[in-house]
């Protein structure tokens, strides 16, 4: 009975002495904190980041981020990629303003770096990531093949994300360029093909394939 009383004594110490985002933490994950546990560290950082029981600060976030991506955490590693390029979250927010970053350097290099180490332990949004720069040539030289590969391997793991763009690949989808189109205009119907293969890193047009990546 001591024990329990000591317990229970123990965390209401805890909530009303704790910092707001730590008291947030306890009250909606139901678990004690640890400064020392990565999964524990990425959720007090979403808390910073969103503003969820304390105000916004994106450079705590960050701390916290780097702190859980540094013991191999790899959710933390694709969030801090997703904050070295200055990516909105989801929801709509004051991260559109450009001095909510301040502090936090836009470096395409190190958000790579980070998203190749969450890739590493087969984390989806990382894949999805790798592949959208492949296609568009962020931050390293364009490839579509090798975005087709990350996306694939993003629908592998039941990315949403992944299946939306293998359908596009598959169906030869928008994203064309003015030249790409010009070129479309003035060709025979087997050079249109050879654009568009091309265009999307040598997938053949296949609508079947397109079909059950879109449903």
Known sequence: V??????????????????APLRFFILTTNIKFNPHD???????GKFYYKGEGTPRDI?????CFQKAADLDNARAQYKLG????????MEKGP???PSFWTGIPLDYEKAIEYYYKAAEQKNPKAYCQLGFFNFKGIGMPMNR???????????AK???????????????????????????????DNYKKHILS???????????????CYT
């Open 2 to 19: 001591f024990l329990s009383t000591l317990s229970l004594l123990t965390c209401v110490l805890l909530l009303v002495f704790a910092k």
């Open 198 to 212: 091309n265009y999307w890193g040598g997938v053949e047009l296949d609508y079947k394939k397109a079909l059950k």
């Open 38 to 44: 990565s999964d524990s560290l990425c959720t007090l």
């Open 59 to 63: 450079n705590k976030a960050f701390e």
């Open 145 to 155: 093949a090798k975005a087709f590969d990350w996306y694939n391997r993003a629908a």
């Open 82 to 89: 997703n904050l070295y390029i200055h990516k909105r979250d």
């Open 158 to 188: 039941g990315s949403a994300i992944g299946y939306l763009w293998l359908g596009r690949y598959y169906s030869h989808d928008a994203g064309l360029n003015e030249e790409t189109k010009e070129s479309l205009s003035l060709g025979s």
């Open 95 to 97: 991260e559109t303003n």
